[in-house]
């Protein structure tokens, strides 16, 4: 198994527009590193007597409850708890940049 380089690690950052430190770059390397050789460890378990499973759940299918509508919050119940209201709505600081 090659191992990821920082190099990589600055690539996949990027992508993601995450911005790091040089020194955790350094740690985030060794980390998946660390995750892979472990990967690489669990690849070499012979798995040939275990079957294949598609959910945890035991059985044919997934239990599934009917689909009934019940009735919701009432607005003064939703908003009772809200730290800032107005004119029947929360009330949220702006987000939006200059």
Do not use: C, W
């Amino acid at each position: 198994m090659a191992a990821i380089t920082r190099q990589e690690v600055e690539h996949v950052a990027l992508l993601a527009r995450l911005a790091f430190e040089p020194e955790e770059l350094l740690r985030f390397t060794a980390q998946l590193n660390d995750i892979l050789a472990h990967v690489a460890r669990l690849n070499e378990l012979d798995t040939s007597q275990v079957p294949p499973t598609a959910s945890v759940l035991t059985g044919e299918s997934t239990p599934l409850r009917e689909d009934e509508p019940y009735p919701g919050l009432s607005r003064e119940e939703a908003l009772a708890a809200a730290p800032a209201t107005e004119n029947g709505m929360f009330k949220v600081p702006r987000v939006v940049g200059e």
